[in-house]
């Protein structure tokens, strides 16, 4: 790392090749995003409904019509900010290391913008409220042939002087290492995952800073697309006040899900039992489950109140579960984490997020059925932050 | 500092070019079709444009996504959020103020223009021989509405440069006749001022062709139904606009002749009123003497197919002032025998003689006399002589006599259809003969610079079906076409233009249109205008009219002050 380049005509995969002695070989650059269609998510998740994590415990789903029209027509309203976190992720070239015994070992290099936008909903209008844009890239661990801590911090401001990217003001944010260990895995599906840990934590980031201007309490909730399940880092699972701090960031903040995965739901015998909410009626929620994530072997004292809300009529829908939402809130307190949520709250909070079944975006967005409005909103509006693919793999 | 309201829009599919563009602006500002806004254009310049449409799309991408938005169809849903919309604008480039025409560049801003800005953008600074026209209004119901008075050169209204203004609309909801007056009414007031210069001089002939409309446009109107406050509202406009507010001047009214010791009457004034303007001196019974007007009797044949032109051939014999027939006839009652005698006898005679009138058949003569009798038989009009002493006239020799700023109103009102023909057609006649100086060595003459002829319904006289050898029709065409050097000039008006000759309404400088109806729109007559102009002239309030004239860039749309003379109620 003693070579500076100021006015280097050389592309920033050329300098990182060089700076981390590897070969660049120009390969083919691509996207490595699939086009958005409604999918199941057949994660790993589990939840088990034998453990109930509401205060009126009940088996039978709940019917939220009559509440949904009343909120509706007293034009009561507490989801307030919308937030919505994307990523774009693209192969942008290939780098050859020389690995143990002298043979040369091939890596892709990933890169990624991360987007994340967060709408306010005034008078019935969505407007920006805030926006993070962050461009990163993921390299082979190996990369760094020291492994001094640092390495890649001082590698990313290095190319981020390249007059190539000052021209355009773009500054690679991170550059991230993907583990080379043997695995079945693809090497460029650990970069990208490394790029979507990325992205969670600038959601995570976002959220926060949020909190701290004060901005979300009971009456202004903030709805996350996606799911909450964010993993605690292990300082977090360590630190009992850090715990408390992350937890209290989301005490008003719901993480909506179009996409879940069905066979996750198990009935009381621990025997799956999707068709639970593929028979969810119309406008009702299912019962309020807890889950507990598993990071790794180690057990997180955060829990999570899960349930499902139906949207649309099944009879309006090409599956059972679209028109199904899945929402999830952090038990934050004490009295949350024994006695589960206030029932009514769930049915609240249920009811509304009944209410913003309409507007839709049919026509635009195959996931329609599923989507809610304003998070539909955010979304473009963090879409539109980007640049264009041709832009954006013309930088490297 | 102008009020930034949106910025201009470039796509592929929707590029900007030179003379069309298009900027998004907040759905809920009001703007307006005809409203300018202003650019930010290249190297500092500023790009004017006209309002064509605004269009308001969401990001719905079809009827079904609002329709499945509402539940599948229930109306009563309110949704939590609305969805994204915004207004997007189609305007026109009116001006740049460096005269750079390349097409204005995607995101540049767009301002609501000043009135200093307006009036530059639409030409209406620095205009010559100023005549107003009108007033305009820019924003609307708007904070930053503007009210501008319109003024266009003389020179292209009233010639030399351009002559002619055809006034269209539906009856009673454009306002036509009024407009109509209030244009003549500011150039009256202009040129008795003296604003338009010393060699040019002006006078009106103007037809009362309904009710008693026109026959009393020397009285101030009293605003009887409208009240003090709106009087003066409407005098502060005149005077806004640079006039006086007060009534026409110089006015002569004209009244077909009928005798006081009949109950018949020529004229919807009443008895008292006819009195009292004779009084004054300026009411005049008109009388058509055969020996004077025998010329104009083809006047009354103007609406009558002719294919053999028999008619004509009948009606160039009777003014022969040789011919055997007619040559000594000097009354009406002399010539009606004559008529009768030549339909009565079965020709040839037999005198071996031989004779004009044996190419005519009788049949011819008896159509000829059915017409003449309908119209001159039982009609005090057509008289022997006039009466000069007991205020009667003959029109032509008062029109002859017309001078400068006089207001010459002939009612034609009560006439049937082809006596007021007849008298227009004699009346136009005799000012154009007028301005061609064929009475020019007679004493008294001295006809103004200009003379106006204001005629409504001239569909009747100078439509597309009018016989091509209708001479009413013949006689407009020389105005329309030859009265711009001579210093003839035709206001018409007519409810529809498209049924008025191309060569009439093509020879106009000035056009107004009024409001109108769909299918008139329809027609190829407006095929030039926007779709949103076609449809803004279906709709119009009363008294808003869209101007075109060669001086300015593009169509103007105008308002005009209430009539200042007496309104007779409906």
């Given at each position: ?9 050389k592309s ?13 070989y ?18 790993e998740?589990t ?15 709940v ?16 989801l307030?900010?919308f ?10 070239d290939?780098?050859?290391?020389i690995a143990?015994?002298g ?12 987007g994340?936008?967060?709408c ?11 926006f ?6 993921s390299?082979?661990d190996?990369?760094d ?16 002087e ?10 690679i944010?991170?550059i991230?290492?993907?583990s080379?260990?043997?695995?079945p ?12 840990d990325?992205?969670?934590q600038?959601?995570?980031?976002m959220?926060a ?5 004060g ?5 202004h ?20 006040r ?10 008003y ?14 009935d ?5 039992n999707?068709g ?9 929620r299912?019962?309020?489950?807890c889950?507990?994530p598993?990071?790794?072997g ?13 949207l649309?009529d099944?009879?309006?829908?090409r599956?059972?579960?679209d028109g199904?939402?899945?929402v ?9 984490n ?13 009811a ?36 264009s ?5 013309h930088?490297? | ?6 910025r ?7 590029p ?10 907040d ?13 930010e ?13 605004i269009?308001?799309i ?5 009827f ?5 938005s ?36 995607s ?5 609501l223009?000043?009135p ?6 639409l ?5 010559q021989n100023?005549?107003?026209?009108g ?6 119901d708007?904070?930053?509405?503007i ?16 002559a ?16 109509a007056m209030?244009?003549?009414k500011a150039?009256?007031?202009?040129f ?15 037809f ?5 409309d026109l026959m ?7 605003f009887?139904?409208?009240?003090e ?11 806004s606009l640079?006039l006086?507010?007060?009534?026409f001047?110089?006015?002569?009214y ?20 006819v ?9 005049h019974?008109?009388k ?10 083809e006047m009354l ?13 009948i009606?160039s ?15 009406w ?6 008529v ?5 006898r ?10 004009a ?8 003569w008896?159509k000829?006399?059915r017409?003449?009798n ?13 009466n ?25 009102a009560?006439?049937?259809e ?15 003969n ?10 008294g ?8 002829i ?7 006289y100078a ?32 409810q529809?233009?498209?049924n008025?000759?191309?060569?009439v309404?093509g020879n ?5 249109y ?14 030039s ?7 803004m ?6 008294g ?5 004239n060669p001086i ?19």
């Amino acid at each position: 790392m003693s070579q500076v380049y100021p006015d280097s005509p050389k592309s920033v995969m050329q300098v990182l090749a060089d700076e981390t002695g590897g070969k660049s070989y120009k390969a083919h650059k691509y996207g490595l995003d699939h086009a958005e269609r409604p999918f199941i998510d057949y994660s790993e998740d589990t939840i088990i409904w034998e453990r109930t994590a509401e205060t009126n415990p009940t088996k039978n789903y709940v019917s939220l019509e009559k509440q949904a029209l009343d909120l509706a027509l007293r034009e009561e309203q507490y989801l307030t900010y919308f937030l919505d976190g994307s990523r774009r992720v693209y192969k942008v070239d290939d780098h050859a290391y020389i690995a143990s015994g002298g043979r040369s070992v091939i890596y892709p290099i990933v890169a990624g913008q991360i987007g994340v936008g967060c709408c306010k909903r005034e008078n019935k209008i969505i407007k920006p409220e805030r926006f993070m844009r962050e461009i990163v890239i993921s390299v082979p661990d190996i990369a760094d042939a020291d492994g001094r801590p640092g390495y890649f911090k001082a590698m990313a401001m290095k190319l981020s002087e390249l007059p190539v990217l000052k021209r355009m003001g773009i500054e690679i944010k991170h550059i991230i290492p993907y583990s080379t260990k043997t695995d079945p895995e693809k090497f460029e599906d650990r970069g990208t995952a490394k790029i979507q840990d990325e992205m969670i934590q600038c959601e995570k980031d976002m959220v926060a800073e949020l909190v701290k201007k004060g901005m979300l309490d009971s009456e202004h909730y903030l709805v996350k697309d996606g799911s909450l399940e964010y993993r605690p880092t292990k300082d977090i699972i360590a630190d009992k006040r850090k715990s408390m701090i992350f937890k209290n960031n989301y005490n008003y903040v719901l993480g909506v899900s179009k996409n879940f995965n069905p066979e996750i739901c198990r009935d009381v015998n621990g025997k799956p039992n999707p068709g639970y909410i593929a028979e969810l009626p119309l406008y009702h929620r299912t019962p309020v489950a807890c889950y507990r994530p598993n990071y790794k072997g180690v057990e997180s004292d955060i829990r999570f109140a899960v349930w499902y809300i139906r949207l649309r009529d099944r009879s309006r829908t090409r599956t059972a579960f679209d028109g199904v939402i899945k929402v999830e809130k952090m038990l934050v307190t004490q009295e949350e984490n024994e006695y589960g949520i206030d029932s009514d709250l769930v049915n609240m909070l249920s009811a509304l997020l009944i209410n913003e079944r309409n507007p839709v975006c049919y026509g635009t967005d195959l996931r329609w059925a599923n989507h809610l409005y304003p998070v539909y909103l955010t979304e473009k509006y963090v879409k539109s932050k980007y640049l264009s693919a041709e832009s954006f793999l013309h930088l490297f | 500092m102008n009020k930034l309201i949106g910025r201009v829009i470039a796509t592929e599919k929707w590029p900007t070019t030179m003379d069309k563009f298009t900027f998004w602006t907040d759905c809920n500002l009001k703007l307006h079709a005809f409203d300018i806004v202003k650019i930010e254009h290249i190297e500092g310049s500023y790009s004017y444009g006209v309002i064509e449409n605004i269009s308001h799309i969401t990001d719905a991408e079809s009827f079904l996504t609002s329709f499945i938005s509402s539940d599948f169809g229930n109306a009563e849903v309110e949704a939590p959020t609305l969805r994204v919309g915004m207004n997007y604008v189609e305007a026109s480039i009116s001006f740049n103020d460096k005269n750079l025409y390349t097409p204005v560049h995607s995101g540049a801003k767009v301002y609501l223009a000043s009135p200093d800005e307006v009036t530059k953008a639409l030409g209406l600074n620095n205009i010559q021989n100023p005549l107003v026209c009108g007033f305009l209004k820019m924003y609307e119901d708007t904070d930053a509405e503007i009210t501008l008075p319109v003024q266009l050169n003389s020179k292209f209204i009233l010639g030399p440069e351009g002559a002619h203004l055809n006034i269209s609309g539906i009856s009673g909801l454009a306002s036509k006749t009024s407009y109509a007056m209030f244009l003549m009414k500011a150039i009256q007031e202009q040129f008795m001022t003296g604003s338009q210069g010393d060699d040019e001089s002006v006078a009106f002939v103007i037809f009362n062709v309904k009710g008693k409309d026109l026959m009393a446009i020397d009285t101030a109107n009293d605003f009887e139904d409208d009240g003090e406050e709106e009087r003066q509202r409407v005098l502060e406009e005149y005077a806004s606009l640079g006039l006086s507010g007060q009534p026409f001047r110089q006015v002569h009214y004209y009244i077909p002749y009928y005798s006081n010791m009949t109950e018949k009457r020529s004229t919807y004034l009443s008895k008292e009123d006819v009195e009292d303007y004779i009084r004054d001196g300026i009411l005049h019974k008109f009388k058509y003497s055969y020996v004077d007007d025998k010329e104009s009797l083809e006047m009354l044949f103007a609406d009558i197919d002719d294919p053999q032109q028999t008619m004509e051939a009948i009606i160039s014999k009777i003014i022969d002032a040789n011919d055997p027939d007619f040559g000594g006839i000097s009354t009406w009652e002399e010539f009606r025998d004559k008529v009768d005698e030549l339909s009565q006898r079965s020709q040839p005679s037999g005198r071996g003689q031989q004779r004009a009138s044996n190419e005519i058949s009788v049949l011819s003569w008896r159509k000829f006399k059915r017409i003449i009798n309908k119209a001159t038989k039982n009609d005090e009009m057509f008289a022997n002589r006039a009466n000069v002493n007991n205020s009667e006239c003959r029109l032509a020799d008062a029109l002859k006599h017309i001078s400068a700023n006089d207001v010459c109103v002939i009612d034609v009102a009560k006439l049937p259809e082809e006596k007021q023909a007849f008298v227009f057609g004699d009346a136009v006649r005799t000012i154009y003969n007028l301005k061609l100086g064929e009475y020019d060595g007679e004493s008294g003459v001295n006809p103004p610079t200009r003379i106006i002829i204001f005629i409504d319904e001239l569909n009747k006289y100078a439509s597309k079906d009018t016989p091509k050898s209708s001479p009413i029709l013949r006689e407009i065409l020389d105005v329309t076409e030859r009265g711009r050097s001579l210093g003839v000039v035709l206001f018409g008006a007519e409810q529809f233009r498209s049924n008025i000759h191309q060569r009439v309404t093509g020879n106009c400088s000035t056009h107004a249109y009024g409001r109108t109806n769909t299918i008139e729109t329809a027609t190829k007559d407006y095929g030039s205008l926007p779709s949103t102009y076609k449809n803004m002239l279906t709709r119009l309030e009363q008294g808003d009219y869209l101007i075109q004239n060669p001086i300015f860039r593009s169509l103007l749309k105008i308002k005009f002050p209430k009539p200042i003379y007496k309104q007779f109620k409906k």
